[in-house]
């Protein structure tokens, strides 16, 4: 076993520095191998052939009110010498975290991502709905409304935590769409344009040729209404793109007849 001893840093010459020397506490080793501070104004170190950092947790109080222990960070591994790098992670580089979602309606499953690189670390999600969860990344479900999340993250040494809020749109997963086969421009009030019919439609291209393959008529305008302007009595050929809110694409051909 080794000795930590205290040195009174602030005394005006090095005799009287010597002179602080102060006992605070043993390590698990003879042999340290590394000692360094901390972003959180610890101070670890390393033990040769020991799993475990030891730290000084207040390094400005005298004596034992120093917080001097040996086994304060399990490592799980054997130390052969400095500080590795699985410590420089958890100490020195890991001092926030953060997570993702994606877009999600009511009743569907989202994934909430921890943006954080260990698995082994322990993860405590908290929702305003009360729900909770442990996993790193929890697959949740929530009714419609808005919400509060806040994550914490439990590491060696310290902890972190992260808020967000988000909302949940009601699901609309009713997709159709219905063009008329047939219509009649004769100004009686009754079927007297074409126009599409359907939800959850984002985007349409419209084509209408005639028999011989001359263009009569397009439009983009998911709301359009087509009189059949100066065609008489015949059948048509339609080509129609159409595209849905979720992105989904529909084509399709047919044919539509104009009687007068």
């Known amino acids: 076993y080794g000795t930590i001893y205290q040195f009174d840093a602030s005394l005006s010459s090095q005799t009287n520095i010597v002179a602080s ?13 590394g000692m360094q501070i901390g972003p959180d104004n610890k101070i670890y170190w390393a033990q040769r052939g020991q799993q475990y950092l030891g730290v000084i947790s207040n390094p400005d109080n005298q ?44 009743g569907e499953d989202a994934v909430f991502e921890a943006m ?21 990344n929890p697959t949740m479900s929530f009714d419609a409304g808005s919400y509060d999340v806040t994550l914490s993250v439990s590491i060696p040494c310290t902890s972190m935590t992260k808020d967000s809020s988000f909302v949940v749109e009601p699901c609309n997963n009713a997709k159709d769409f219905f063009l008329p086969t047939a219509f009649s421009p004769n ?46 009595n015949q059948v048509l050929i339609y080509v129609l793109d159409l ?12 044919n539509i007849t104009i009687t007068k």
Not at 22 to 33: E, H, K, L, R
Not at 80 to 106: A, H, Q, R, W, Y
Not at 243 to 254: A, L, N, R, V, W
Request: aromatic share 14%.
């Open 243 to 254: 595209t849905y809110t979720d992105g989904e694409k529909i084509f399709k051909k047919g």
């Open 63 to 106: 004596g034992s009110g120093c917080g001097a222990s040996p086994n304060a960070v399990y490592m799980g591994e054997i130390l052969k010498g400095g500080l590795t790098n699985f410590f420089k992670g958890i100490v020195f580089v890991e001092d926030s975290v953060d997570f993702s979602f994606g877009t999600f309606c009511d």
């Open 187 to 232: 100004n009686d009030g009754v079927n007297d344009y074409l126009q599409l019919h359907g939800s959850s439609i984002d985007k349409v291209s419209l084509n209408i040729y005639d028999r011989y393959g001359a263009k009569l008529y397009e439009t983009d305008n998911t709301d359009f209404k087509w009189y059949g302007e100066k065609i008489t």
């Open 21 to 33: 020397k102060t006992n605070v506490g043993s390590t698990q080793s003879s042999n340290i191998c």
């Open 116 to 136: 954080a690189t260990n698995n082994d670390w322990q993860y405590s999600w908290q929702f305003s709905d009360g729900s909770t969860s442990t996993d790193k």
